[in-house]
């Protein structure tokens, strides 16, 4: 795996986070739900990242979190990884915890 494959992948992670973080804050401070146009617009941009995420694996024929953890030393976010490996995209009525 090329160093610009993983630190484009280490990018997707951080945008990833900050979209999830962006939502959480979102979804408190107004009274919107996960269901309105703007948080709609949140999960299409985490679910791109998942996308581009796996594309690079694909390329790269990762196939676990193992493998990725062997070439990538920069920690990600469960939530992303659950996104490349099990084919989860963000799914609105779980709980949102990132941590805050």
Request: hydrophobic letters at 35%.
């Amino acid at each position: 795996m090329k160093i610009e494959e993983i630190q484009k992948l280490e990018s997707l992670n951080n945008e990833f986070r900050d979209i999830l973080v962006g939502l959480r804050e979102f979804l408190f401070a107004s009274d919107e739900t996960m269901y309105s146009d703007e948080a709609r617009g949140f999960q299409r941009t985490m679910d791109n990242c998942v996308r581009e995420g796996k594309k690079i694996l694909r390329e790269n024929d990762i196939k676990t979190a193992e493998e990725l953890k062997a070439v990538c030393n920069k920690f990600l976010i469960p939530d992303f990884l659950n996104g490349l490996f099990d084919n989860n995209v963000y799914i609105p009525e779980e709980e949102i915890d990132c941590g805050l």
